[in-house]
C-alpha cells in the first residue's frame, strides 16, 4: 500500500493548481488526466500540455491562436501555446538549454495572463514533464495578480532519459534541476526514489499510479470485436503502448501452450518511426495464428473497461529495460479492479504485488503462471480479493492523499 503523509490528518489548504502534463488530454487517460479530473473537484485546475506539432502550430498561429484554451468541465482548463522551439534533437546541450530557457519564458508569459483572466487564487504548481515545466520562472514568480505561488511540486513518474527519443545526459540535467529546486517530489515507483540523483532531496513521498475503481468493477457487456476469436478460446489481453519493450515473444509463447489460447492487443504504437515495423510483425503474428491473436488498435479510456472485463486473463509483457524497470503500470490496477488474474514480467518494482499477480522471468515460469491464472479464472473468492486489493488503489484516494501532504506543508510555512 502506498505512503500515506506523517502529518496528522487535517482540513485540506485553498488553492488552485498548474498542472504541468507530459501526456496531451485526449483518448487515453494516464496519471496527470486523473488527477486533474480529481483536483477539479473542489479546486481550480490549469491542465497545461505540450504545444501539437509543428504543422499544426503553423496553422494555429496563421488563425491567429498563440494560445488555445479549452474549458473541460466546471473548474479544469487544458491550455497549451502554439510557439515553441524544437529541442528533440542529439548532443548540441548549449543548444536545446537556449530553447528550453525561450520556451519556459515565453509559457510562463502567457499563462500568468491566462491565470488573472481565470481568477486562480493561491496556486500550487504541479507537473511531470520535465522539458514543459518551467522552473525558473515558476521559483522566481512568487506572486501573481491572483494570488502567491505555495508549493512547487514535481510528480516525477517515469524514468526519462531512458526513452529511445530522449537525450540521456539533457534529460538527466534538466530533471535534476527540477527535482532539486521543487518543494515536494512525488514518485511513482521506488526505483525511482532511489535514484543517486534522488538520494539527499528534501521532503520525497511514494504516490504510486491508481485506478478509476468503480468504472472497472461495473458489469458490461462484451465488445462484438471478440466475435472475431476462436470460440471459447481463453483470451489473454494486454492493453498500452506498442513499443520495443513489449514482449511479443511471451504471447507467442503462451500461443504456443494450447490450441484454445487467445491473445488480444490493445493499444497505439508509441513512436512514429517505429509502426512500420510494428504493423509487420502484428500482420506476421495475426496470419501464423489466425483467428487466436487478435489486434483492436487504440480504445478511448471510457471505452476500455468492457474490453479488459472481456479478457479471461491480463498480461504486462515487457522486456527489462530501464524505462521498464522504474515503473509502476497503471494497468495493473486496472486488471485487478476488473477481478482479472495478471501475469507480467518480474521486475523489482512488481514484486510488491507477488501475492496478487503472477511474476515471470523465464519461460519456465510463464508456463507455471498461465496454468496458475487458468486454474483460477472461475474462482469468485480470489476475483474478490483481487477487486478490494485494486480498491485501495482508488484515485481519490491517491490524489486526496497527495492534497493533504501538500496541505501540511503550506500550513507549516504559515505557522512559521
Not at 485526449?26 to 483536483?39: I, M, N, S
Amino acid at each position: 500500500m502506498f505512503v500515506h503523509s506523517k502529518r496528522e490528518k487535517m482540513s485540506t489548504q485553498k488553492f488552485d493548481i498548474i498542472y504541468f502534463s507530459i501526456d496531451k488530454w485526449g483518448k487515453v487517460k494516464k496519471r496527470p488526466h486523473h488527477f486533474a479530473k480529481e483536483l477539479s473537484k473542489d479546486r481550480k485546475v490549469l491542465f497545461v500540455e505540450d504545444a501539437p506539432p509543428l504543422k499544426r502550430r503553423v496553422l494555429n498561429i496563421m488563425k491567429g491562436n498563440i494560445v488555445h484554451l479549452s474549458k473541460l468541465n466546471r473548474n479544469l482548463w487544458q491550455v497549451y501555446l502554439n510557439i515553441r522551439l524544437s529541442f528533440k534533437f542529439k548532443g548540441f546541450i548549449k543548444i536545446k538549454c537556449f530553447a528550453l530557457k525561450f520556451n519556459h519564458k515565453v509559457l510562463w508569459h502567457f499563462l500568468k495572463k491566462t491565470v488573472g483572466t481565470l481568477e486562480f487564487s493561491d496556486i500550487v504548481v504541479l507537473g511531470n514533464d520535465i522539458y514543459l515545466y518551467p522552473i525558473n520562472e515558476v521559483c522566481s514568480s512568487s506572486n501573481f495578480n491572483s494570488g502567491r505561488i505555495l508549493e512547487i511540486v514535481y510528480d516525477c513518474v517515469d524514468e526519462h532519459r531512458a526513452f529511445p527519443d530522449a537525450d540521456y545526459d539533457f534529460a538527466n540535467q534538466v530533471e535534476q534541476k527540477l527535482s532539486q529546486n521543487s518543494d515536494i517530489v512525488f514518485f511513482t515507483a521506488k526505483k525511482l526514489m532511489r535514484k543517486p540523483e534522488m538520494i539527499g532531496l528534501r521532503n520525497t513521498y511514494y504516490i504510486p499510479n491508481g485506478v478509476e475503481y468503480e468504472k472497472f468493477i461495473s458489469p458490461c457487456i462484451t465488445p462484438t470485436e471478440f466475435s472475431q476469436v476462436k470460440t471459447n478460446s481463453i483470451i489473454f489481453g494486454y492493453t498500452g503502448a506498442i513499443t520495443e519493450w513489449v514482449d511479443f515473444e511471451m504471447m507467442e509463447e503462451i500461443l504456443n501452450m494450447d490450441e484454445n489460447y487467445a491473445v488480444c492487443l490493445i493499444g497505439g504504437f508509441l513512436y512514429k518511426n517505429e509502426e512500420k515495423h510494428f504493423k509487420n510483425k502484428i500482420s506476421k503474428i495475426s496470419q501464423k495464428y489466425r483467428n487466436r491473436f487478435l489486434f483492436l488498435g487504440v480504445k478511448p479510456y471510457e471505452e476500455l473497461p468492457p474490453y479488459i472485463k472481456s479478457f479471461d486473463i491480463c498480461l504486462i509483457p515487457f522486456k527489462l529495460r530501464e524505462v521498464t524497470q522504474s515503473a509502476l503500470p497503471i494497468k495493473t490496477f486496472e486488471y485487478l479492479a476488473a477481478g482479472k488474474g495478471v501475469i507480467s514480467t518480474r521486475w523489482k518494482e512488481m514484486e510488491q504485488f507477488s501475492d496478487i499477480i503472477s511474476l515471470v522471468s523465464n519461460k519456465k515460469e510463464l508456463k507455471t503462471a498461465v496454468a496458475h491464472e487458468v486454474a483460477l479464472i472461475n474462482n469468485e473468492e480470489i476475483r474478490k480479493k483481487r477487486m478490494d486489493f485494486a480498491k485501495n488503489y482508488d484515485w481519490n484516494k491517491i490524489v486526496k492523499n497527495s492534497v493533504e501532504i501538500i496541505s501540511g506543508f503550506i500550513k507549516c510555512k504559515q505557522d512559521k
